[in-house]
């Protein structure tokens, strides 16, 4: 990464609002958008479709390399066909947490988020975006929220594409999820030790906004 051209990252667990934040953000200032975690997300669904072991880190890891991925439009495409909906469902986000955990495929994701650190300056959304991918960030945020408020604010956006679950199996999900993304060997999910910590438990978007412009102004 260039120091010439800037770098905010948003890290944090899923359903604490840093892609929203994070969308915000790169939309007042200009800058570029990285969304690593659908990235890790296109790749388990090229893993399901391939039929692949999501265990077995070296065939996914040579998978990586032969992918066609793109973000354009609002869009998420794989190898010429628009998921965007596919990698937003429950299998997908099960699947993305378990080849996340596997150091191979990150190493072989790494180089290819990088590449979209380009001026006038990029925020990125994930979770070591400030740790691993980034870790000489302009400004570093660490959002976060208890499993259950997640969990509801992730029923209210399945009902609103006209799906149903529990909110107790979501919750389940959520913890089980956090268990394997905090206790990975390689790059766990962790706040950056310079990161500005937001509990958005208990905040909207725009009191969650509103902080990190302070902090960053």
């Known amino acids: 990464m260039s120091m010439q051209i800037p770098v905010i990252t948003i890290d944090g667990p899923a359903g604490a609002g840093k892609g929203t934040i994070a969308c915000m953000l790169a939309d007042k200032l200009g800058?570029?958008?990285?969304?690593?975690?659908?990235?890790?997300?296109?790749?388990?669904?090229?893993?399901?479709?391939?039929?692949?072991?999501?265990?077995?880190?070296?065939?996914?890891?040579?998978?990586?390399?032969?992918?066609?991925i793109e973000f354009k439009n609002g869009e998420a495409w794989l190898d010429g066909d628009i998921i965007t909906s596919e990698i937003r469902n429950e299998t997908c986000a099960s699947a993305t947490?378990?080849?996340?955990?596997?150091?191979?495929?990150?190493?072989?994701?790494?180089?290819?988020?990088?590449?979209?650190?380009?001026?006038?300056?990029?925020?990125?959304?994930?979770?070591?975006?400030?740790?691993?991918?980034?870790?000489?960030?302009?400004?570093?945020?660490?959002?976060?929220?208890?499993?259950?408020?997640?969990?509801?604010?992730?029923?209210?956006?399945?009902?609103?594409?006209?799906?149903?679950?529990k909110l107790c199996d979501l919750i389940q999900e959520i913890n089980a999820r956090d268990e394997r993304d905090t206790n990975r060997p390689v790059a766990p999910l962790k706040p950056a030790a310079d990161a500005l910590v937001i509990d958005t438990s208990s905040l909207d978007q725009a009191e969650v906004?509103?902080?990190?412009?302070?902090?960053?102004?």
Not at 35 to 45: N, T
Not at 99 to 115: F, G, H, K, S, Y
Not at 209 to 217: D, E, G, K, P, Q
Request: glycine residues 6%; aromatic residues 6%; contains cysteine.
């Open 31 to 68: 800058w570029h958008m990285l969304d690593s975690g659908a990235i890790y997300r296109v790749a388990a669904v090229a893993a399901l479709r391939r039929g692949l072991n999501l265990q077995d880190e070296t065939t996914l890891a040579a998978m990586i390399p032969t992918l066609n």
């Open 209 to 217: 906004f509103a902080t990190v412009l302070h902090y960053i102004a």
């Open 97 to 165: 947490s378990q080849i996340a955990a596997l150091p191979m495929v990150r190493a072989a994701l790494l180089e290819l988020q990088r590449q979209f650190c380009q001026l006038p300056g990029l925020v990125a959304d994930g979770r070591d975006m400030g740790t691993v991918v980034f870790p000489e960030a302009t400004h570093k945020f660490y959002l976060t929220a208890s499993a259950e408020i997640r969990a509801e604010r992730r029923l209210k956006q399945l009902s609103q594409q006209g799906l149903s679950a």
